[in-house]
């Protein structure tokens, strides 16, 4: 079983900055893909980024250029860097972790980010 908890969700107003971490414990397959997904009210939930264990990187099109997706290995934890935020970003950001070769997703508890305007 594997856990992952979030952390680094709030209020920040239109332009600002926040960070999102999730770290993973319990037995963690690899090579697996860590990132971040999000659902608006009212909205389908959509990947927003997504990092391979090698770092490969995606992003859905309306984040790209602001956010940043990043990984650290040794501590099973992944980051969401959003910088100048809008409140179109306004959602719940669930992390998740997938193994390349076992088809289970291991979810977060998800964490709120509301921006300002």
Do not use: H
Not at 74 to 90: F, G, H, R, W
């Amino acid at each position: 079983q594997v856990q992952l908890v979030e952390s680094g969700g709030g209020l920040v107003q239109a332009g600002g900055s926040l960070r999102l971490s999730c770290t993973a414990s319990g037995t963690i397959a690899s090579p697996n893909t860590m990132g971040w997904y999000r659902q608006a009210p009212g909205k389908q939930r959509e990947l927003v980024a997504a990092i391979t264990s090698a770092g490969t990187t995606n992003y859905v099109d309306s984040v790209k250029g602001r956010f940043t997706v990043s990984r650290d290995n040794a501590k099973n934890t992944v980051y969401l860097q959003m910088n100048s935020l809008k409140p179109e970003d306004t959602a719940v950001y669930y992390c998740y972790l997938r193994p390349y070769y076992w088809d289970q997703v291991n979810w977060g508890q998800g964490t709120q980010v509301t921006v300002s305007s």
